[in-house]
């Protein structure tokens, strides 16, 4: 920084009689190009330029805006009368967030400290700063409650940074008709989030906007529209974390899955079953609700609420949230430590696992007046050996767990 601004000093009043000067105009993006750019300067004989471009570069009022340019990078801001630039910090974060947020994050980042760190520099974002972090949490929060990520802290530190943040707009008013459409994928939103929370990044925002690339800055920072902003991220962390990781309530599921006389369901269940991307939506709760009832079923409920509750968390995506892993868990390992006989009291193979084969045999099994067989039933000794039962609870166990262990390696 001393030698720049000794240079910068030395040579900006210098005498010259040009109208302009290359750095006036060069500004993030022809970086790539300078290297270049010098050989051919330095070459009388070289093609490419002609002889103003050329001592127009090699100018001292241009060495002095270079000089002011390359300060403006080690330190952002602490030069004016330069073009606006991004500051390198931000341009990686862009690069960071993006590849995050498409859902290929950098080998080296640690995506729950990422979040979290985007929810610290909210809260500590100074005020002209605070609205463009105001956006990257924004567009963070969307994949915090996308279920992918494991860890209720991070939802709680977006929450509390938010919680932090709306008092300060608590005063806000606006003569504003409507508002900015603001970008609505999760890498664009957040590259705009970015952008704003810089000097530098607002200037070069500013500049692209009179170019009527992007709605007006103050329509997009008013007071009043990040107030709603932070509201609807708040509300839909609040929501979700409560889905997440609170007691899940599942009892809605009796009405979708309980005959009026207290039988299961059978047909709607084992069809919710099926690896279809539709039966996503239900798998958690279904899973769930099945592992509940399995301690006060009956002896052909049981089976059926068990291979429910297994084939539940196999079909779910993205996997189980930990609500749903912790009460699963508990009935499957209870049954799994449940006593058993050394030998099975049945002459026929156990249902297999697959869902393939045990969903064509399960509603005949739990309701053998109502459903035909499918091929050759197995034996209801067989569906309610605990044998059986141990198998299922044992393979739903160690899927469970595996799971877990793989998050823990990411
Ligand atoms: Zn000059
Ligand atoms: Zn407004
Ligand atoms: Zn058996």
């Known amino acids: 920084m001393a030698a720049l601004k000794a240079a910068d000093t030395a040579?900006?009043?210098?005498?010259?009689?040009?109208?302009?000067?290359?750095?006036?105009?060069?500004?993030?993006?022809?970086?790539?190009?300078?290297?270049?750019?010098?050989?051919?300067?330095?070459?009388?004989?070289?093609?490419?330029?002609?002889d103003r471009a050329r001592s127009e570069w090699r100018c001292p009022h241009n060495a002095a805006g270079f000089a002011r340019i390359a300060m403006d990078i080690v330190e952002p801001g602490s030069v004016r009368d330069v073009?606006?630039?991004?500051?390198?910090?931000?341009?990686?974060?862009?690069?960071?967030?993006?590849?995050?947020l498409h859902g290929y994050p950098k080998?080296?980042?640690?995506?729950?400290?990422?979040?979290?760190?985007?929810?610290?520099?909210?809260?500590?974002?100074?005020?002209?700063?605070r609205a463009g972090h105001l956006l990257i949490v924004r567009?963070?929060?969307w994949y915090a409650v996308s279920g992918m990520v494991r860890a209720k802290s991070v939802l709680d530190d977006l929450v509390d940074a938010l919680e932090r943040t709306l008092p300060h707009y608590a005063d806000a008013s606006c003569g504003h008709e409507r508002h900015a459409t603001l970008p609505d994928s999760g890498p664009d939103a957040a590259e705009l989030g970015v952008v704003l929370s810089s000097s530098g990044g607002r200037a070069v925002y500013a500049r692209d906007q009179r170019a009527g690339r992007t709605p007006p800055l103050e329509s997009v920072l008013c007071p009043v529209f990040m107030t709603e902003i932070a509201e609807e991220s708040l509300r839909v962390l609040r929501e979700r974390r409560e889905e997440l990781f609170g007691a899940r309530d599942t009892s809605h599921a009796d009405a979708e899955y309980l005959r009026a006389d207290g039988r299961l369901e059978i047909e709607r269940i084992v069809e919710r079953l099926d690896y279809k991307s539709w039966n996503e939506q239900y798998a958690?709760?279904?899973?769930?609700?099945?592992?509940?009832?399995?301690?006060?079923?009956?002896?052909?409920?049981?089976?059926?609420?068990?291979?429910?509750?297994?084939?539940?968390?196999?079909?779910?995506?993205?996997?189980?949230?930990?609500?749903?892993?912790?009460?699963?868990?508990?009935?499957?390992?209870?049954?799994?430590?449940?006593?058993?006989?050394?030998?099975?009291?049945?002459?026929?193979?156990?249902?297999?696992?697959?869902?393939?084969?045990?969903?064509?045999?399960?509603?005949?099994?739990?309701a053998p007046e109502e459903f035909s067989p499918a091929g050759e039933p197995h034996s209801r000794e067989a569906w309610t050996c605990p044998n059986f039962a141990a198998a299922v609870a044992e393979e739903c166990v160690r899927d469970l767990e595996n799971a877990e262990l793989d998050e823990d390696e990411d």
Not at 109 to 128: F, G, R
Request: net charge negative; proline share 10%; charged share 25%.
């Open 284 to 366: 958690y709760d279904l899973g769930l609700w099945a592992a509940r009832r399995y301690e006060q079923a009956d002896e052909r409920g049981r089976p059926v609420l068990l291979l429910t509750a297994c084939q539940a968390m196999k079909i779910s995506y993205p996997d189980p949230p930990p609500s749903v892993v912790r009460g699963v868990l508990a009935t499957m390992r209870a049954v799994a430590a449940a006593p058993r006989p050394l030998e099975c009291a049945h002459e026929d193979e156990h249902p297999t696992l697959q869902y393939a084969d045990f969903g064509s045999g399960l509603p005949h099994f739990y």
């Open 107 to 129: 080998p080296w980042t640690d995506i729950d400290e990422e979040i979290s760190s985007q929810a610290w520099n909210l809260s500590t974002a100074d005020p002209e700063d």
């Open 83 to 100: 073009p606006p630039r991004l500051p390198v910090e931000a341009t990686n974060t862009i690069d960071t967030l993006a590849a995050l």
């Open 11 to 50: 040579l900006r009043e210098r005498p010259c009689d040009h109208e302009s000067h290359p750095y006036a105009s060069h500004d993030g993006a022809d970086d790539t190009y300078l290297t270049e750019q010098l050989s051919l300067l330095a070459d009388d004989a070289a093609d490419g330029e002609d």
């Open 139 to 141: 567009a963070v929060t």
